[in-house]
């Protein structure tokens, strides 16, 4: 059997280490891959790493195909991660197969400064990815064969597409607040975000989140956040503000009833008939009293958009429908209309959105006999009109 070790930080493990290692599978025929999560890489002191059982669970999200298996070798040997030794303990475990190290280009150049390279090289067969242009093939083989002594069939060099990806860049996304999915997967990106495993922005703010909330209504205030920044990006609003806006938007929202009646007293608040015999408002309404009594927030356009992100009400000022809007849109929501929502909110403008979503709303709460608060039938009204007056201006 040919077997391919493919080791590294994987911190976190992103597409481009799966597209690698599934090119090098086909050029190199291999029948196996073991994919094996460093402890601490020799090559990389300093480096601030997830803990090795989170790697090890990203990783068995990312390569899930049955020729994959991930191994925990070197996490539970600890101690820094010297090729050699784990090579050593494999020729053990698989004496009548083949191995083949797989690195990448940048790896093989530095290679004669390993640990005992030689006898790794006695070992298992390179197995080199060129993922940089820079590094071509030439001069590979002629390392490879003045520094290392390898003949041309005593080394395996792939020539496989750069993928423009690198675990330095998911980190930089998750440290600006920026959505990463599209380089690691949903699921992975998820699995950073509920763990709070890298630095990103308002970080006592998610470990609060994360001690008050479920991992559903979490990982929503976080994709509400990352909503509402975009859209304050497009329409001209502070970015920062409304991410905060958009991740403390639910922060009261897995309460009991007793705690958040508790919190809308202590915050002064005292509802309405439509509000008293209506439970589903409170937690908008208690969240901004937990903001301003428990956390000392006084930005009223914080305030305002978190008190009225379910409801709505007439006056919604831009940062207000930022919020209102970002909350039916976030990544996770799949009703019916989302894709609808999404269109008008990102292209057609906010109040569009906001119309859309209070017909969308409103229609359901009748079908069922809900009660509808007067606040977004009066912000319903104030849309319509200021559509018709604007037909009327054209």
């Not at 006056?315 to 019916?336: C, Q």
Request: glycine share 6%; with cysteine.
């Amino acid at each position: 059997m040919r077997i391919g070790i493919f080791g590294g930080t994987f911190n976190p493990p992103h597409n481009g280490h799966k597209k690698l290692a599934l090119e090098i599978k086909n050029k190199a025929e291999l029948d196996r891959i073991i994919v094996m999560p460093t402890f601490t890489p020799p090559h990389k002191e300093g480096k601030e790493l997830a803990g090795g059982e989170h790697r090890i669970r990203m990783c068995e999200m990312m390569f899930t195909e049955d020729f994959f298996s991930i191994s925990d070798r070197e996490i539970r040997r600890q101690g820094k991660s010297y090729t050699y030794d784990t090579l050593v303990e494999l020729k053990k475990e698989y004496p009548d197969d083949e191995l083949f190290l797989i690195i990448g280009s940048d790896m093989l150049l530095s290679f004669h400064t390993w640990f005992r390279y030689a006898d790794i090289l006695s070992m298992a067969t390179l197995c080199v990815a060129t993922r940089e242009d820079r590094v071509d093939y030439k001069q590979l083989l002629d390392y490879s064969e003045n520094v290392l002594g390898l003949g041309e069939n005593e080394i395996i060099i792939a020539d496989t597409e750069p993928y423009e990806c690198s675990s330095t860049d998911v980190r930089r996304q998750l440290s600006s607040g920026n959505d990463a999915s599209f380089m690691t997967g949903r699921e992975i990106y998820d699995y950073v975000r509920l763990k709070l495993l890298y630095e990103s922005p308002f970080s006592e703010q998610k470990k609060l989140l994360r001690e008050k909330l479920d991992d559903y209504r979490f990982l929503h205030s976080l994709n509400v956040a990352e909503s509402a920044a975009s859209l304050a990006r497009i329409y001209g609003a502070d970015e920062k503000k409304a991410y905060f806006a958009g991740l403390l938007h639910d922060i009261m929202k897995n309460e009991n009833d007793e705690e958040m009646l508790k919190c809308i007293e202590k915050g002064g608040i005292i509802l309405s008939r439509t509000e008293k015999y209506n439970p589903k408002l409170w937690h908008a309404i208690a969240g901004e009293c937990y903001l301003r009594t428990e956390l000392g927030i006084i930005d009223e356009e914080i305030l305002s958009a978190v008190r009225y992100h379910t409801t709505g009400k007439t006056g919604m000022s831009l940062f207000d429908k930022i919020i209102y809007v970002a909350d039916y849109v976030s990544a996770e929501r799949a009703y019916p209309d989302v894709d609808v929502m999404r269109r008008l909110s990102f292209e057609k403008g906010l109040d569009e959105a906001c119309l859309y979503s209070l017909q969308y709303t409103l229609k359901a709460l009748s079908e069922r006999e809900g009660i509808i608060h007067e606040d977004s039938l009066d912000f319903y009204n104030e849309l319509i009109i200021n559509k018709g007056e604007s037909y009327d201006r054209t």
